[in-house]
């Protein structure tokens, strides 16, 4: 058995020969009883901490992610930060960055795909440092039920949707709103906090099935909804509802009385996980490069 070289470091313990590093990663939610590290079930953080131990013999290290995503969620553009030994790196048989992805990658196996690796600042933190997140949420339009096939990356509803009044009742949500009506309350919260969230962009389109993926090549609607952060059901919560008034099922009033309301009575049940997918998260240094 093979020694650990250096033990977990905790939140709250100072740097000591480490070097932090960034980790753009996906993955496959149904794979995954999410993403928060838990013991006895697979999560996306569990599987992490262990194949970076067994790849660099090391204690299992603490992981940050830029969002927690539930049982069932996709990522297409998580971002995490893991402080690494410095010893671990002596620059040796091609570029660290590379060789460590590639290294990750060839143990994970596909459950998770490390996409890019790099180091970076110790002030560099995954989900602080982040100033923006996006997900994407897939609707097919289409008359249930649908193949489990689809049902893996998207929610099959009964159509037709009116696409005008979804994107015109979306665009209420832009801004600074509390979205108590649309949010489940972290446990032991004040039941009278705000739970204050700004909207940046929120815009539905619809795909045409070009590629035939499925049977009666139904239609998808594409939800984007960019935010500085977003709280608990958020998305699936404002998607369920959203589709409900293209529907013709709910009035189109609905999302600017909940905003004054804060109630979540009678609203429809949250739209299912698994179309939902994190599509990308913002840093200032990622907008400053791209310039």
């Keep these: 058995m093979t020694t650990p070289r250096w033990r977990a470091l905790s939140s709250s313990d100072p740097p000591l020969d480490v070097q932090r590093w960034r980790l753009d990663i996906a993955y496959d939610g149904n794979a995954f009883s999410g993403f928060a590290y838990q013991p006895e079930f697979t999560t996306v953080v569990g599987v992490l901490r262990e194949t970076l131990a067994s790849t660099l013999s090391i204690e299992e290290p603490m992981i940050v992610g830029a969002g927690r995503t539930d049982s069932g969620v996709h990522a297409f553009a998580q971002v995490v930060h893991v402080d690494l030994p410095i010893s671990l790196f002596a620059k040796q048989r091609g570029p660290d960055a590379e060789r460590l992805r590639r290294s990750l990658n060839q143990q994970l196996r596909g459950r998770i795909k490390v996409l890019a690796a790099r180091p970076v600042g110790q002030s560099f933190h995954a989900r602080y440092s982040a100033t923006w997140r996006e997900y994407r949420y897939l609707v097919l339009e289409t008359s249930p039920p649908a193949l489990d096939l689809t049902d893996v990356w998207s929610w099959s ?44 962009h929120a815009r539905w389109e619809r795909l045409a099935d070009e590629w035939a993926l499925t049977p009666d090549h139904s239609p998808t609607l594409k939800f984007t909804i960019r ?23 709910l009035p189109e009033t609905t999302i600017s009385e909940r905003f004054e309301s804060l109630s979540r009575d009678h609203l429809p049940s949250l739209a299912p996980a698994s179309g939902l997918s994190l599509v990308a998260v913002g840093y200032e240094e990622d907008d400053e490069s791209a310039r």
């Design 227 to 249: 935010a500085e952060s977003f709280c608990h059901n958020m998305v699936r919560c404002l998607t369920s509802t959203v589709v409900a008034i293209g529907q013709g099922k």
């Design 157 to 200: 509803v009964q159509g037709p949707l009116d696409l005008d009044v979804m994107n015109r009742v979306s665009e209420e949500t832009l801004g600074l709103h509390d979205f108590r009506a649309f949010c489940r309350r972290p446990t032991n919260s004040d039941a009278d906090e705000p739970l204050l969230r700004r909207v940046i």
